[in-house]
């Protein structure tokens, strides 16, 4: 029996994914960078990176120092997070599932091979070619769906709208340098205040609302870097619940791992 789940990225979607998946009785191994560019971090697993451990929702996840961990953390009910961005775990952990969720929306490489089942998030993925499904991640009538053969809808570059905002509400690097950040996820600002520099340079809020993400402070960045995004709904408890689009992405992922009757088998 194997009910194991290997997901790519610990972001804001990957954690939703890891949440109904850890819900739903699966055993949950995320891969992260030494350090990660997570946003949404108060959502996203990925912090473990830098805390130890976080809560989402009421589910933990720990941060692993070798395997032996996560066998640990798994068998006390938790999410194993473990800094392995090549996967060099694979083939110990020997997942049921594994999931791409890293949302570079880049064309990716061929599909794993000894894995049963491999499920791509979003544009860069071809069911066929480099993963078994795809499952869409843009807003509107498909998001969620199941993709068993052909692409996610390309990526148009535009930010999901919210009370009319778009692109403003997204914080950029005005700069390449050093991250310094001067407010915290879920304060509320008024449009002008000052949220972080880089290399000196300042980053003011666009307009009055919350501060829905910020990258870890004192992180390196490169000019046009997605450093962090505005909330004009002005609703603190936003910050911590993971969104209705991370949620329709994981129904879809539960899905797809159902769907397949000799995956099924397996369980």
């Known amino acids: 029996m194997n009910s ?3 997901i790519q990225g610990g972001g804001d979607l990957a954690s939703g ?3 109904r998946l850890h819900r739903a009785g699966f055993q949950v191994l995320i891969t992260e960078l030494p350090q990660p560019l997570v946003v949404r971090r108060l959502v996203s697993f990925a912090e473990a990176v830098y805390a ?5 929702e009421g589910i933990t996840a720990q941060l692993s120092e070798n395997f032996t961990q996560v066998e640990s953390i798994i068998s006390n009910q938790a999410i194993a997070v473990l800094v392995d961005p090549d996967l060099n775990c ?23 091979a000894d894995v049963p089942l491999v499920i791509g998030l979003g544009p860069g993925f071809s069911a066929g070619r480099n993963c078994d499904a795809v499952i869409e991640t843009m807003r509107g009538h498909t998001l969620g769906r199941v993709i068993w053969q052909g692409e996610a809808l390309p990526d148009t570059k535009i930010p999901e709208t919210i009370s009319g905002r778009d692109h403003d509400r997204v914080l950029r690097a005005p700069a390449d340098g050093l991250l310094r950040t001067h407010a915290q996820i879920a304060d509320q600002v008024k449009e002008g205040e000052l949220l972080a520099e880089v290399a000196g340079v300042k980053v003011k809020a666009p307009f009055t609302g919350v501060v829905r993400g910020l990258l870890h402070d004192k992180l390196v960045v490169k000019t046009g870097m997605k ?3 505005v909330d004009p709904r002005n609703d603190p408890l936003f910050c911590s619940l993971i969104s209705d689009k991370a949620l329709a992405i994981g129904g879809g992922v539960l899905e797809a791992i159902l769907a ?4 099924r088998a397996k369980l």
Do not use: N
């Not at 929306?105 to 794993?112: G, I, L, Y």
């Open 52 to 56: 130890g451990e976080v809560q989402v």
């Open 4 to 6: 194991r789940i290997l």
């Open 90 to 112: 694979i083939e110990s952990f020997d997942p049921l599932v594994l999931i791409d969720a890293r949302m570079t929306k880049k064309s990716q490489d061929s599909r794993p």
């Open 227 to 229: 450093i962090g995004d």
């Open 17 to 19: 994914v890891a949440a």
């Open 260 to 263: 397949k009757p000799e995956i």
